[in-house]
């Protein structure tokens, strides 16, 4: 038995996707399709239905594109406040916007550190996501999450709402500081069986 809310949040899930087939050649939209399905879909209802389509389309489309290529073992970190000039959407938040590879404690270490730096966060959206990527990193395809281990990597996209801020050297503070707590993160993961 489904809440209103739960249906609401289905059916803004719904829009959003439809609003990426109106948008975007095929091929494109179908691979923003089951991204966006995987993003938002454990956020909860009342996380979204205050956004509109064009900024849910817009943060989904800008974190994907962020992680269009990457190689494995080394994390894509972007901070910024989106304009919709700019990057496509906007929100009166700033946004840290993560690729990396999925491994234990990112959340946490991040939500941390952003609290460390005084960044109040007021949301996380942290989809664990599979992708098969080619030989020089760059995205080929988002799976299903019961698509074939062997065939593909599980990558973290983490996206994390935080106090508003312009100043190009906070911001930068933050990146680094998110930086250094994922470093943290894969030393601490992969010194741990040693």
């Known amino acids: 038995m489904s809440s209103k809310p739960d249906e609401a949040k289905a059916g803004l ?57 990457r190689v494995a073992g080394e994390p894509r970190i972007r901070v910024y406040t989106p304009q919709l000039e ?8 700033t946004v840290v916007e993560i690729v990396n590879d999925d491994m234990p404690f990112l959340v946490d270490s991040v939500s941390m550190e952003l ?12 989809p664990v996501v599979r992708v098969r990527r080619d030989e020089e990193g760059r995205l080929l395809e988002v799976l ?17 709402e935080i106090v508003r801020e312009t100043d190009p050297a906070q911001l930068q503070e933050v990146r680094t500081g998110v930086e250094r707590a994922l470093a943290d993160v894969r030393a601490a993961v992969e010194d741990w069986p040693a």
């Open 13 to 69: 899930i719904e829009k959003t996707v439809e609003h990426a087939h109106a948008k975007l050649p095929a091929e494109q939209a179908a691979r923003l399709e089951a991204f966006v399905r995987i993003y938002y879909g454990a956020v909860a209802a009342d996380d979204l239905l205050e956004r509109s389509v064009d900024d849910l389309y817009g943060a989904a489309l800008a974190h994907l594109n962020f992680g269009a290529r």
């Open 86 to 93: 700019e990057h496509g959407w906007v929100s009166t938040h």
């Open 115 to 126: 609290n460390r730096l005084g960044s109040g966060v007021h949301l996380i959206i942290h």
């Open 144 to 160: 299903p999450h019961d698509a074939e281990a062997e065939t593909c990597e599980l990558e973290s996209f983490i996206h994390a």
